[in-house]
């Protein structure tokens, strides 16, 4: 199946289905300044841009020229109208010539992808300079609490996320893996950034803007968040993890990955 075929109804082109859990997605997923300057300083001098699997446009330098690609049409109407309207395009097979781009950066999307060697392949065809990719490094799930309280939702993304030699291998020449401090708080609400929020992941929109969780049952997921209440209530999170409240930065997961030709 091509990655044409495999699109949703609302064109999302990857494992998930941003038609149904991608509304309040901008609501919830607002992008965090200092991770921001990460993904930022990793595009070096770059003028122009690419930025595959764009989203709602979480990341996007606006002192650049960027084209911004994302199959989703509930994701792109959600795009602030200061950025750019993204073209409707999927990551395996990118609308423009060989080397039309200083850079490219995609931002939590490479796990979504249908097919990421042949969106690898694309993304360093059409870039001259370096692929700046925003992800988490599956290796490293297990630094997060998460992990004992919603077992299924990291299993979910240790899945789902490449590894850092996927990543290598796909884009050839030479990489770098910088691990990205999350602060204690981030705008940006994936998983971990709450880390020191237990109670956020309570809430059912904060969850559904976390794309694992509509891969898992959702009888296991109430018993999860049940669980968790349960821990916070008792008091049993806290006297593990309490300290994490008052902790400005955690480094978990989140990466910045940087490929140079």
């Not at 199959?71 to 990118?94: C, N, Y």
């Not at 370096?130 to 992800?135: S, Y």
């Not at 691990?179 to 059912?204: H, K, M, Q, S, W």
Request: aromatic fraction near 8%; proline fraction near 7%.
């Amino acid at each position: 199946m091509t990655a044409e075929q495999f699109r949703k109804q609302d064109g999302s082109a990857g494992d998930a289905d941003y038609g149904v859990i991608g509304n309040t997605y901008s609501d919830y997923r607002r992008p965090d300044p200092r991770i921001a300057q990460a993904v930022w300083d990793a595009l070096g001098d770059a003028r122009t841009v690419l930025n595959v699997g764009a989203g709602a446009g979480s990341y996007e330098p606006t002192d650049r020229d960027v084209t911004a690609i994302e199959p989703s049409a509930s994701m792109r109407k959600q795009r602030p109208t200061v950025l750019s309207r993204a073209i409707d395009a999927v990551a395996e097979s990118l609308p423009f010539p060989d080397n039309s781009f200083d850079a490219a950066m995609t931002t939590f999307s490479v796990h979504q992808w249908g097919d990421l060697t042949a969106g690898l392949a694309e993304i360093r065809r059409v870039t001259r300079g370096p692929v700046v990719i925003l992800t988490c490094d599956p290796h490293l799930l297990d630094r997060f609490w998460l992990a004992k309280y919603a077992p299924g939702v990291i299993s979910t993304e240790r899945r789902r996320y490449p590894t850092m030699s996927q990543l290598v291998e796909g884009l050839g020449g030479t990489a770098t893996v910088d691990l990205v401090p999350i602060p204690l708080d981030c705008t940006d609400g994936f998983n971990e950034a709450y880390y020191g929020r237990p109670e956020e992941l309570l809430v059912a929109e904060a969850r559904a803007a976390c794309s694992a969780w509509s891969f898992v049952d959702p009888t296991r997921a109430g018993q999860y968040t049940a669980a968790l209440q349960t821990a916070l209530d008792s008091g049993e999170w806290d006297a593990a993890h309490g300290a994490l409240r008052q902790q400005p930065t955690f480094e978990g997961s989140l990466v910045v990955f940087r490929a140079m030709p």
